[in-house]
């Protein structure tokens, strides 16, 4: 009888699967059923079909998280391929975070040239950020050909607006901020009628989902967020078309 009860069990999974399979509900219809249930306040972008365990994507920004074909449970978590073991969401989380790097509005940044030049990245900073300073004082320091587009993302503090109008407004704004960054010295206090780029960098930064700083985009529109070691940036840099 116990045999009698297991099969009849797998029949019925199997035939609830091949229902499923058939009739498979919408991506939009889980949409619709889910973003209510996440909360007022929540805008759900995206759902995705997954290729793996009957899960679906759920993109909110550029988070993601994954629910079932009912839009009952909720996923908060990695996906890992055992076999090859790739981190399925990180690769996902890194492809819908990518930019198109020419629409950076290099203006709005502090231009450093080191060596040729020829390899090209964007980073945003705070002046405020102790992994910015030590970002600049070990890994940007022994990376050479490269030029760097500093874009000060003032998130930190208000004190943070203040040393950036100072390093801005400066004769020489790459020097001041390497003195800033590497050295702590101060730049020179900028006259009240000195314009910067504070307000926009701030607004292009959250529209682009900058959270935290350092955060540094590479040519090919992909992201590395915080502070990394030299030996990573030039292996990033390697994998890179420019």
Known sequence: MRKSKIALLSLSV??????????PPS??????????????NVKVDSVK?????????????SDILYTDKTATYLINGHVFNLTTGADLTRERIDEISKIKFSDLPLDK????????GSRVI??????NCGYCKRLRQTTLKETDNVTIYTFLYNILSDDSFTKSKNIWCSADRSK???????SGKAA????????????????????LGVSGTPAIFFADGS????????????????????
């Open 49 to 61: 079909e997954t290729p793996y365990a009957g899960l679906y994507e759920v993109r909110i920004g």
């Open 176 to 182: 001041a901020w390497d003195d800033w960054m590497v």
């Open 122 to 127: 964007a980073v945003f900073e705070d002046p």
């Open 109 to 116: 940044a502090i231009k450093t040239v080191k060596g040729d």
């Open 223 to 242: 992201r590395i967020p915080g502070a990394i070691d030299a030996k990573t940036l030039e292996a990033k840099l390697g994998k890179v078309k420019q």
């Open 188 to 207: 020179p206090v900028a006259a009240a009628s000195c314009a910067t780029p504070n307000d926009e960098v701030l607004e292009l930064g959250r529209k």
């Open 14 to 23: 199997l035939m609830a699967s091949c229902v499923g399979a058939q009739n």
């Open 27 to 40: 991506t939009e219809a889980i949409k619709k059923l889910i973003e209510p249930r996440l909360g007022v």
